[in-house]
């Protein structure tokens, strides 16, 4: 299989996976909440979408179930106004996303489409102020990439539009455990999830200027709560068979099991905060 066709295989992937809604988005969160909440706690959102007398256009690129909106509208006032466009290839994604955006939050145009495919004719003429895509680029087809890029900088608005990519880095746990279950279970028909490595090594290729903020932290889950584990792997791997087949192969248990500390797993997640703006190209 070449590569072009794997990697979309990875996004046909998880669009099927989000599109049958195969997971539990309720534990998953109980797990998963702790990669938004460091990100609201360590940036400036506030002031990032503030804009006197006038609306803030915002795009977000793979949208999910609309989790990080939905806790990042806490801490925003009545006086923010957000023009909300959400694009998924995930019906189930786009609907989920709906329902769960609140003030300041508007929703306005819902894209069901992957990003490679989302015509520029078909956004704001001016660009977008911010567009972000938060754990949302895993499965996005490598050679792709450079593309992908090249359109999210056009997409911002020239005089102030910001970027921000939120995405595990190659050592996260996230990435360890996608390649050493793809080795057992499907060692020819899957490749690594896209890294935060793989976007800035993009971005510099481009010479597009761009900064880099790191986060350590861990996912804990309690050994005496198999289904949130059971869940939280199904999740990670994007495969419904994953916590069972892990229980099933003596490498992947004992891999689990290596995180297991006391009554608890942990699992050591490494994420990036990129961020890069439509003023910032290097000369």
């Keep these: 299989m070449d590569d072009a066709n794997t990697w979309h295989s990875n ?44 609306p803030v256009e915002l795009l977000d690129v793979g949208c999910g179930t609309g989790k990080f909106p939905s806790m990042l509208s806490a801490h925003l006032s009545p006086s ?40 520029r004719s078909d956004c704001p003429p001016q660009g977008y102020h911010l567009i972000w895509c938060l754990q949302s680029l895993y499965c996005m087809p490598r050679e792709a990439l450079q593309d992908i890029a090249e359109k999210l900088f ?3 608005n020239p005089d102030n539009g910001r970027a921000l990519i939120y995405l595990a880095s190659a050592d996260a746990w996230y990435h360890r455990l996608f390649h050493l279950y793809n080795q057992q279970f499907y060692p020819h028909s ?21 900064e880099v903020k790191k986060f350590h932290f861990s996912h804990t889950i309690r050994v005496s709560e198999p289904e949130v584990l059971s869940n ?3 999740q990670c791997v994007l495969d419904e068979k994953a916590s069972n087949n892990c229980q099933n192969n003596r490498i992947m248990r004992n891999f689990l099991e290596s995180f297991r500390r ?18 910032a190209q290097v000369p």
Aim: glycine share 2%.
């Design 11 to 54: 996004e046909r992937l998880s669009t099927e996976y989000y599109q049958q809604d195969r997971f539990n988005k309720d534990l998953w969160f109980r797990v998963a909440n702790r990669d938004y909440t460091e990100l609201i706690e360590a940036f400036n959102f506030s002031e990032l979408l503030s804009r006197d007398h006038s």
């Design 80 to 119: 923010h106004h957000i023009e909300y466009d959400y694009l998924d290839p995930s019906t189930h994604s786009l609907n989920e996303l709906q329902k769960a955006l609140v003030s300041p939050f508007t929703p306005r145009t819902a894209y069901h489409t992957t990003f490679e495919a989302l015509e």
């Design 154 to 156: 056009a997409l911002l």
């Design 190 to 210: 899957r490749l690594p999830y896209i890294t935060a490595e793989n976007i800035t090594r993009t971005l510099e290729n481009l010479n597009i200027r761009h």
């Design 232 to 234: 939280y792997v199904n």
């Design 262 to 279: 006391g009554e608890d797993y942990q699992f050591p997640q490494q994420m990036w905060l990129i961020i890069f703006g439509a003023t």
